[in-house]
């Protein structure tokens, strides 16, 4: 390797030369969140309804009761009407 060549590409390139860092300012913006009314409206709802138990137990126990007893009785009719809304309400 001739070494007056590689001083031909460092001069070409400038790659020895040093340059001088300036300073620079920092931004005056900072990041900023901002959650709108809905949003908060949204947290307050989902706090309270983590308190409110997923299971009306009350009325599981009622039921059970009733069946237990033998007094719960179901109507076909009432059971295939409500069956054929629910398939009605599907999108296919």
């Known amino acids: 390797m001739r070494i007056d060549a590689f001083n031909q590409i460092n001069q070409i390139y400038k790659a ?3 340059t001088q860092v300036r300073n620079v300012s920092k931004a005056s913006a900072t990041d900023k969140l901002e959650i709108s009314q809905t ?3 949204y947290q ?3 706090k309270a309804l983590e308190t409110v138990p997923d299971v009306r137990q009350d009325k599981i126990d009622a039921v059970k009761a009733r069946i237990d007893s033998g007094n719960y009785d179901v109507s076909a009719d009432d059971f295939a009407n409500k069956l054929l809304e629910s398939f009605r309400k599907l999108d296919f």
């Open 39 to 41: 949003g908060r409206d």
């Open 44 to 46: 307050i709802a989902k």
């Open 16 to 18: 020895t030369e040093t």
